[in-house]
């Protein structure tokens, strides 16, 4: 069983940035491919990152250029950079894992089968 912690989240101004960290429980995170998601209020969890046990990451075209995801297997944690947030950033944010999976799959909440409980985000404008 793998649990998961976000941390980083809090209220920020248009344009300042931020770090999420999602630390995770287990012997090593080095055969999960893990990802960030984020829900906003009234909307559907969408993808955000993934990055796969190889290290290979791949971003979603809302936060391209804007958020970095990576990791750092021997702290067992993986980070979200996000700068120069914008009010349609707010919302939870939370981090997965998943065994297994395909590269193509990865962008799929339901591919993910371990959660953290979320980290809010609001950006003010």
């Known amino acids: 069983q793998v649990q998961l912690v976000e941390s980083g989240g809090g209220l920020v101004q248009a344009g300042a940035s931020l770090r999420l960290s999602c630390l995770a429980s287990v012997r090593t995170i080095r055969n999960y491919d893990m990802a960030w998601f984020r829900e906003a209020p009234g909307k559907a969890r969408e993808f955000i990152a993934f990055?796969?046990?190889?290290?290979?990451?791949v971003d979603s075209d809302a936060v391209k250029g804007r958020f970095a995801i990576s990791r750092d297997n021997a702290k067992n944690t993986m980070y979200l950079q996000m700068n120069n947030q914008q009010p349609e950033d707010t919302a939870v944010y939370y981090c997965?894992?998943?065994?297994?999976?395909?590269?193509?799959?990865?962008?799929?909440?339901?591919?993910?089968?371990?959660w953290g409980q979320g980290t809010m985000v609001t950006v003010s404008s």
């Open positions: 990055i796969r046990y190889s290290s290979n990451a």
């Open positions: 997965s894992a998943a065994r297994g999976g395909i590269q193509s799959t990865l962008r799929t909440a339901t591919n993910y089968q371990y």
